[in-house]
């Protein structure tokens, strides 16, 4: 084997080794969580008390957090492209970060909104009364 192959060979095996380790290291469930801790991205500015469920191989996520209406619109229209909307009583299904299992998330007063195509979806809802933001996204 020649110094290429050998550079290739470590190379591959160093970054296998890496992903690895990120895998192992991040968590697939929190509550409570700091924005700047949640390994989650693009979240808003204002988001505190994150809970999370993150199931890569399923691929499932679904998280929830504390912010404010407007945020929580701008969020769900900017970050994640979801513009049709409903209000009132609303609901969507997520996952209960504590059990693991699916369940409905039902508001009374609030905002939601989703995207859907064959077996791909992305939900959100927003509780006015809590001031609590929730996502779901299943895919492939």
């Known amino acids: 084997m ?3 192959s050998k550079l290739l060979v470590a190379t591959v095996l160093l970054a296998a080794t890496a992903a690895v380790v990120y895998i192992a ?6 509550t409570g969580f700091e924005r700047s801790k949640a390994p989650i991205l693009g979240l808003p500015a204002n988001a505190a008390n994150i809970d999370f469920v993150l199931r890569p191989a399923a691929p499932v996520s679904a998280y929830s957090f504390n912010t404010d209406e407007t945020s929580f619109v701008d ?9 049709d909307s409903r209000e009132g009583h609303v609901s969507i299904q997520g996952i209960d970060v ?3 299992t699916t369940t ?7 905002i939601a909104s989703s ?8 939900y959100t809802l927003f509780d006015r009364k809590l001031g609590r933001a929730y996502y779901f996204a299943h895919t492939r």
Not at 75 to 83: I, P, Q, V
Not at 104 to 110: C, L, R
């Open 104 to 110: 409905m998330i039902e508001s009374p007063d609030g």
């Open 75 to 83: 969020w769900s229209e900017r970050y994640l492209g979801l513009e």
């Open 25 to 30: 290291i991040t968590p697939t469930t929190g």
């Open 98 to 100: 504590l059990s693991g």
């Open 2 to 4: 020649n110094l290429r």
């Open 115 to 122: 995207w859907s195509e064959e077996d791909r979806g992305q």
